[in-house]
T-cell receptor
Framework: DVKVTQSSRYLVKRTGEKVFLECVQDMDHENMFWYRQDPGLGLRLIYFSYDVKMKEKGDIPEGYSVSREKKERFSLILESASTNQTSMYLC?????????????FGPGTRLTVL | AQSVTQLDSQVPVFEEAPVELRCNYSSSVSVYLFWYVQYPNQGLQLLLKYLSGSTLVKGINGFEAEFNKSQTSFHLRKPSVHISDTAEYFCAVSKTGANNLFFGTGTRLTVIP
């Protein structure tokens, strides 16, 4: 079974702090994704990566950056956390170059910024 | 650009009754269509996907969906729901050859005993 793990299930941070969310997948997938999930808005793509050190902006990249130094690990960084970044963050991974392959999701990190 | 509309934010249904969760999409090009389910406190799990071929797609847990190109719809159905089907369901679309998914806003299915 594909496994996507996220470093924390729950996280509480203060405004202005630098926040790291880590995601690891164990299936040698080329593609990895970060989404945020908010009630009534569904999932929105923040960033994705199709290879090591490669990244592309999604629909809502403002206030976020990412890092992919190793194939299995994709980090989401909030440089200076703000209260409007309180959300559920979901990581996903997928193999292949087209959308015929399934995206596998981690359990999510619920981040609260105070 | 693609967009996905899930017309119902919440659907309550009695146990063993049928259910239909509606999804419409807009796209000027060929698309792939997906339904994902999110059980409480979990990530998303793929229920089924339409890539090509037969317009009726069968998924896990007794769910199926029908692709209707003329109505740009991909509604999810189950003939008899169980308590364990209580979850949030997301419809998603991707343009063929693209690398990412566009999700709808989700439908919360609540099965009432």
């Amino acid at each position: 079974d594909v496994k996507v793990t996220q470093s924390s299930r729950y996280l509480v941070k203060r405004t202005g702090e630098k926040v790291f969310l880590e995601c690891v997948q164990d299936m040698d997938h080329e593609n990895m994704f970060w989404y945020r999930q908010d009630p009534g808005l569904g999932l929105r793509l923040i960033y994705f990566s199709y290879d090591v050190k490669m990244k592309e902006k999604g629909d809502i990249p403002e206030g976020y950056s990412v890092s992919r130094e190793k194939k299995e690990r994709f980090s989401l960084i909030l440089e200076s956390a703000s209260t409007n970044q309180t959300s559920m963050y979901l990581c996903a991974s997928r193999t292949g170059t087209g959308m015929t392959d399934t995206q596998y999701f981690g359990p999510g990190t619920r981040l609260t910024v105070l | 650009a693609q967009s996905v509309t899930q017309l119902d934010s919440q659907v309550p249904v009695f146990e063993e009754a049928p259910v239909e969760l509606r999804c419409n999409y807009s796209s000027s090009v060929s698309v792939y269509l997906f339904w994902y389910v999110q059980y409480p406190n979990q990530g998303l799990q793929l229920l089924l996907k339409y890539l090509s071929g037969s317009t009726l797609v069968k998924g896990i847990n007794g769910f199926e969906a029908e692709f209707n190109k003329s109505q740009t719809s991909f509604h999810l159905r189950k003939p008899s729901v169980h308590i364990s089907d209580t979850a949030e369901y997301f419809c998603a679309v991707s343009k063929t050859g693209a690398n990412n998914l566009f999700f709808g806003t989700g439908t919360r299915l609540t099965v009432i005993p």
